[in-house]
Every structure is written in C-alpha cells, then in structure tokens.
C-alpha cells in the first residue's frame, strides 16, 4: 500500500533518529515555489503534528510545511511573494474553534487561506517567533513568545502587545494558559499569577515551589511540574488540590514531569526525564510505563514534546505495519530527538 509505506518511511526514519542527516536534501527549485506536490516529507526535522477538519495532517519542519492528505504531501515554503510562508523554519500549527489554521515559523506568522496560499499576520515587534497560541471563550487570539504576550488584531490583520517582559530572570521557564473562566494564568519558577482579560492587570497571585513546567486540563485543572514531583492547583478554587494517591509513586514524586497529556475520559499520559513516559488510569487508579506496556495505542514523541498519537494515523498506515513499527522502535526512553512509544490501555 503506497500511502502506508510513505509514512511508514517518515516514522521508521524519526524513529532511528536519522532527522538531523538529511536537513539540507531540498530541491534548489524550492526557493521559487511556495506548494511542490510530492511522495517525501520536505524535511526530517520534524516540530510538530496538527489534524484539520478535513483529517489531513499538517505536518511542521525544519524547512518547510507539509499538508498530507493521504496520497501526497504538500510542500509549502517561504518565497518573496507574499502569499508564501514567512519563513521555512515552521515551529507550530494551531487550529482555531473556527477551524482556521495558523502558522508559526521562527520569523512570523500566518494563516493559512484554504487556496494553497498564505496571508502573512503583520507583526511590527522585534520578536516574531511565537511558542504556542491560546484562544479564550469568547474567540480572542493570543500569541505566546518567550517574554511576551501578544493578542490577535483582526482589524488590521495584526498583533498587539498585552504583557511585556514576562520573567525578564528566567525567560526559559514560563508557561501561560488560559481558563474556562477566561482568565490568563502565567506560571513562573515561583509563582502563578492570573490576569483579568479585560485590563491584563493581575487579580491574583499565588506562591509556589519551585517549578520548571504547567499543563492545564479541563479549563481549571492546573498541574504544576518541578524537582518535588506534581501539584495540581484548582484557578476556579484557587487552591491546591490534593492528588490522586497514585501520583505521589516515588518514580512520579522523584523525578520531573516534562509533558502531561489529556488521553481519553479522564486517563493522562506524563512523560517523565528519568522513568520515559506513564499512562495514569484514573479509574482503576494505576500507573503504567511504557517500558511495562504489551500493547496499545503509538504515540510520537520529539524530545519533550508530544506530537501526535499515531492512533490517529490509522487511516495512513495500516495495523499489521503499525505493530511492526512498534516491536522495531519500543526501546529504553529516549530524550533527544524523536521517538516511538506505545502504552497499553488494560
């Protein structure tokens, strides 16, 4: 099966993490054409997944974008035309509740407009790579660089600066989320400090130990990551919570969590630097590692970061090529580069 075997190549290559060898195998041609059709990936590098409402995959790299629509991958690059890319180094694709896709790139952004073409977001500030995007209740954009927030100005097709300098001492450790109660919540090493959307001004502000991540679930579930384990903070009650006792494991409590991901109806993943990745069972309250794991869903990883279930693939890559996929690349966690891993759900 073609379609199969294409991705079946791309996620074999992340796999064995061959990404960083092939950076610079691009066609000189692609300079002059913003969209080339073909049977490759446009890069190995790859930052990150997204599925759009058609179920194509929208695929972030070092050079270059790539929407994979089952049978081909479209290539899209920066060009000088102004219906191009703002640059082929794209980090970050995100889906709006309106179903618009936005692009990232470590030079501007842009959103896509369903023509094979691009319109660029003008951006008259000094930093034009955005991390991640939050969208609130009542449909407000908000872009997330490293020390500032901006939000989306439709009026002009441009951004806004909200808040400046948000940790001027420790610019690497912060995280910004968004609540169901429309508040703006910003996670530094020490405190967690929300902010009133209507003013951007602080209404409330609360110590913490000290910290290096946060994920926010279920719009006010804040789960708090550091070197003493997990901490899950309620914004609605504005208080810690205690946790769930299987969470205070020493393999979970002595270690960092770097990633947690919603998995199911209640279930997480956390991915751990020491113990790899853990699958949390709230219902029968257990914990699993990936190294414990017989069966189940697959899972791609790059370094930190999940990109993608690649149960959502299924309609790619056929099962019988998944489980080969899965005895070859299941090993000892690996946090450089990308890999495979698959957790069970029994």
């Known amino acids: 099966m073609k379609i199969a075997q294409v991705l079946l190549s791309l996620i074999l290559s992340l796999a064995l993490l061959a990404c960083s060898h092939n950076s610079g195998n691009v066609n000189e041609n692609h300079k002059e054409q913003h969209l080339l059709l073909s049977n490759h990936i446009s890069n190995e590098q790859i930052n990150g997944f997204m599925e759009d409402r058609f179920g194509q995959m929208w695929i972030s790299t070092f050079r270059g974008l790539n929407k994979y629509d089952g049978n081909t991958f479209h290539q899209y690059y920066c060009i000088d035309d102004s219906i191009g890319l703002p640059d082929n180094n794209v980090k970050y694709c995100y889906r709006d509740s309106r179903g618009q896709l936005w692009v990232s790139t470590v030079n501007g952004l842009c959103r896509y407009n369903g023509n094979d073409g691009f319109t660029r977001v003008r951006m008259n500030v000094k930093n034009k790579y955005v991390l991640y995007m939050l969208e609130s209740r009542d449909h407000r954009l908000f872009f997330v660089t490293m020390d500032q927030v901006y939000e989306y100005n439709d009026k002009d097709n441009s951004v806004d600066v909200r808040l400046r300098n948000i940790d001027h001492d420790s610019p690497y450790n912060v995280t910004c989320h968004l609540d169901g109660h429309n508040l703006l919540w910003i996670r530094k090493a020490k405190t967690l400090t929300a902010y009133a959307l209507s003013t951007f001004r602080p209404v409330a502000t609360i110590a913490i130990d000290n910290s290096s991540g946060s994920f926010l679930l279920n719009g006010h579930q804040l789960w708090v990551s550091g070197p003493e384990g997990l901490r899950l903070f309620d914004t609605a009650l504005r208080r810690f919570m ?105």
């Open 242 to 346: 205690p946790l769930p006792p299987v969470l205070e494991h020493p393999a979970i409590s002595n270690d960092v969590v770097s990633l947690i991901h919603p998995y199911g109806k209640g279930d997480l993943l956390l991915n751990t630097y020491r113990h790899g990745l853990w699958f949390y069972d709230h219902r029968q309250q257990k914990l699993v590692n990936q190294r414990q794991a017989t069966h189940g869903r697959l899972l791609l990883f790059h370094g930190m970061r999940c990109l993608a279930d690649v149960e959502a693939l299924r309609d790619f890559v056929i099962e019988e090529e998944v489980q080969q996929v899965a005895q070859s690349a299941i090993g000892p966690p690996v946090h450089i580069g990308v890999e495979i891993v698959r957790i069970t759900l029994v």
